[in-house]
């Protein structure tokens, strides 16, 4: 966990914090969807409006848990990461247009994976029982997630042959 | 621009309809990010926000905003932003440009802007190459960056502009990295809150002409010392540093510019006869 990650002390905390995890990935992979659709990548845009769709059920799923409790308002209190990213947003300086589902589903795996061991380690600090209790439970939805992406990654292997060596459409260069 | 909002505004405000164009992995998406998420912050309603800018990748950030905006002449931004601070100085203004568009043909503009010390932002995203023109050197480039433009490299040494800034007067300067937006949104919140000329530096990489430039994340780290109110102590540390330095180096305390106390000429016909020979 970042130095900076913010703390979980009450229940209320946990469910914005979570709250916020999911809704940065929502943005991550509506930016990355965006950007794949202008850069005439369909198949990219697709993995990742599906990616963007299944965080935001997450999301709502969480809102829900919560009941009456304004999530969102208390997440923009106390969810915030002043110099990191929150754990399960994807890295947008890693996108290339030429990516592969594959790569995309690495991309995702990499974000699942920081999520899982945000939320252990919360779950390793947690006092509180009620904290404890979800953290757990967001342990077990995170390794859902995590093994999800394995297997999707076999259902999209990488591309055969490898990627190709060098661009296939090299950038207009004047250079 | 939206009529009616929350309010509280959420980063998600400041964003217009318009998709952006940027390749994947540039650096300018942080950039646009870490923009919503300083007004959020800020408080400031998208009708109290201009985002002004010249012409570049980096400049075509006012047309992803849901704020006023203002896509200039290349070059010339600082100076429509400075008049148009002078006239509506209840506005926030904010200046987006690039390394080519503020320090080849901007860099005079960049020069008495510092020295004006106008209340506004200055943030150039420094990819070290003009992107939008495909790959060719800006003042910044290394002096061995090989391209068929200048083979083997300019050999001119890069134009140093945050020592420049300091040199020249601005009040208030940082370096910040793309791929760090939460930690840009702070300095951004920072610099607008600051008075007087405030110049952000944001290291952006352009990954399709510098696909080195991938690799800054792997170099940047946080300036080992606080900001400093000393502009020479403060020009001195950049000078030696290893460009990867982040954070706020200088705040200063020069009062901002205020225009001339008098009559303001609002009628044009008066205007016109003020400068009748
Ligand atoms: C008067 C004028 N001269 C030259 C150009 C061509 N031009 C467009 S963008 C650009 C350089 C932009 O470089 P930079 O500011 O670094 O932006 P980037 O694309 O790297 O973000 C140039 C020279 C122009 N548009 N107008
Ligand atoms: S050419 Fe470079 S600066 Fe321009 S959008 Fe592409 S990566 Fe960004
Ligand atoms: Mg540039």
């Given at each position: 966990m970042s130095a900076d990650a913010p703390r979980a002390a009450s229940l209320v905390d946990l469910y914005a914090i979570a709250y916020q995890i999911e809704a940065d990935a929502v943005e991550r992979y509506t930016m990355l969807a965006d950007q794949m659709e202008m850069h005439n990548n369909p198949a990219l845009v697709d993995v990742f409006r599906d990616l963007a769709r299944a965080e935001g059920i997450h999301r709502d799923q969480i809102c829900r848990m919560a009941g009456d409790f304004d999530v969102a308002a208390h997440a923009h209190k106390v969810a915030r990461w002043r110099i990191g990213e929150s754990p399960?947003?994807?890295?947008?300086?890693?996108?290339?247009?030429?990516?592969?589902p594959h790569d995309a589903l690495q991309m995702a795996l990499a974000a699942e994976q920081r999520a899982l061991e945000f939320f252990r380690e919360l779950l390793g600090n947690a006092v509180d029982a009620d904290v404890r209790h979800l953290a757990a439970e967001l342990v077990e939805e995170e390794t859902g997630h995590v093994a999800l992406c394995h297997r999707l990654l076999l259902r999209y292997p990488p591309p055969a042959g490898g990627r190709p060596a060098g661009d296939p459409d090299p950038p207009a260069s004047q250079a | 621009m939206s009529a009616t909002l929350a309010p509280a505004c959420r980063p998600a405000d400041y964003r217009s309809a318009v998709k952006p164009i940027w390749c994947p992995g540039c650096g300018d998406y942080h950039v646009l990010m870490a923009f919503t998420r300083a007004f959020a912050e800020l408080g400031v309603r998208p009708e109290q926000v201009a985002v002004v800018s010249g012409i570049g990748c980096s400049s075509r950030i006012p047309a992803y905003m849901n704020c006023y905006g203002f896509h200039g002449v290349h070059g010339r931004s600082l100076a429509v932003a400075a008049g148009l601070k002078i006239v509506r100085p209840d506005l926030t203004v904010v200046v987006a440009s690039g390394d080519g568009d503020g320090y080849s043909i901007g860099g005079n503009h960049f020069l008495h802007a510092c020295r004006r010390n106008v209340d506004l932002t200055y943030v150039v995203m420094d990819n070290h190459i003009y992107g939008m023109t495909k790959g060719q050197p800006s003042p910044t480039t290394e002096p061995d960056f090989d391209t068929a433009l200048a083979p083997g490299g300019t050999g001119v040494r890069p134009f140093h502009p945050l020592v420049i800034a300091l040199a020249s007067g601005a009040n208030f300067v940082a370096r910040a990295f793309s791929g760090n937006p939460a930690e840009t949104a702070g300095i951004l919140v920072e610099a607008v809150r600051h008075p007087g000329f405030s110049f952000v530096e944001v290291l952006s990489p352009c990954v399709t002409y510098r696909p080195d430039q991938r690799a800054w994340k792997d170099r940047v780290h946080r300036a080992p010392v606080d900001a400093t109110d000393d502009a020479a102590r403060a020009a001195r540390r950049v000078m030696t540093d290893d460009g990867f330095n982040l954070g706020v180096l200088y705040r200063g305390n020069r009062p901002p510019y205020a225009p001339p106390a008098g009559k303001a000429i609002t009628d044009l016909a008066e205007l016109e006869r003020e400068f009748e020979l």
């Open positions: 399960e947003s994807a890295d947008l300086g890693a996108a290339q247009y030429l990516m592969t | -």
